[in-house]
């Protein structure tokens, strides 16, 4: 399985002829049957991100772009955006802030309503979110960037915000599979909601085709596909070389995680790793 943007469009195409419309997150609340979401986790290179949602506009697909708050810095990636959210995707919010705070949640507060209203101020309407999962993170008090909005508090202050990985389910009274890209091969992610809490990676399922992924849709609710754009290609070889270098700087990092003091210092530069 390679991930480049023609097996994309390959995908997008059969969704899309066999009447598999994708619809935004924010719009779960207006079907009654199953339904396909097209997420999109975007922590860098918006423009594949562009590349990603003009495919699936070709084939009437509509999907949801969470984006990281830090490229809203360039007036370029704020342009590109936009013309991913008139395409009809829904275009929100990746935040990691409890990691950028350390744990604080008033200060993880103050930074997620100051982006919140920076998304606003550009058109992009905040309904539902989605966390960052920083693999490389040390963390003093806190299991993830779940626990924000898993905070009662924080969920009175947002109440018509919805975290994909935390209330989703309950807030649009739904169920859904959950497949994500995450690792560079597609799973099936046993427990999405609760998978930072409980050790659960052994029970997920893999995929090594997109025919096993188009197999595995269920009829019977809802599923959502998550994946990070900047990691895929126009080219397979590109795709190859990437992917031989994400597995070993993976491995070196896995294995430097076990030092304490090494650990302590790559936590400092988590941010790095939304780069491979």
């Known amino acids: ?14 969704l899309a002829k066999n009447g598999l419309m994708s619809i935004p997150a924010k719009a779960v609340s207006e079907v009654d049957s199953s339904y396909i979401v097209l997420k999109h986790d975007v922590e860098t290179d918006v423009k594949k991100a562009y590349q990603i949602a003009r495919i699936e506009e070709k084939y009437s ?34 935040y990691d802030v409890l990691d950028s705070n350390k744990g604080d949640i008033l200060k993880a507060q103050e930074e997620f309503e100051s982006n919140k209203k920076r998304f606003e101020s550009f058109g992009f309407e905040i309904k539902t979110v989605c966390q960052h999962g920083n693999p490389v993170i040390e963390r003093i008090g806190y299991t993830s960037n779940r626990d924000f909005f898993r905070n009662r508090e924080i969920q009175k202050v947002y109440p018509d915000i919805s975290d994909i990985m935390v209330d989703f389910k309950q807030k649009y009274n739904t169920d859904y599979f959950y497949f994500s890209d995450a ?8 427990d999405p909601i609760n998978n930072d809490l409980v050790k659960s990676d052994d029970m997920n399922v893999p995929y090594s085709s997109f025919d096993e992924l188009y197999s ?61």
Not at 1 to 14: D, V
Not at 82 to 89: A, T, Y
Not at 183 to 190: A, D, M
Request: glycine share 4%.
């Open 61 to 94: 697909h509509k999907g949801s772009f969470y984006v990281q708050a830090y490229l809203l810095d360039n007036p370029q990636n704020v342009e590109l955006l936009r013309q991913i959210s008139d395409m009809g995707h829904e275009v929100s919010y990746h």
């Open 183 to 190: 690792g560079r091969q597609f799973n099936l992610i046993f």
């Open 1 to 14: 399985m390679k991930f480049t943007w023609k097996s994309w469009e390959h995908f997008c195409n059969r």
């Open 216 to 276: 595995a849709l269920s009829f019977d609710k809802g599923n959502i596909i998550s994946i990070h754009p900047h990691r895929w290609t126009k080219s397979a070889l590109n795709y190859e070389i990437k992917t031989f270098a994400f597995k070993l700087i993976r491995f070196v990092a896995r294995g430097f995680a076990k030092i304490p003091v090494v650990k302590k210092i790559m936590s400092k530069y988590y941010y790095l790793a939304k780069k491979i």
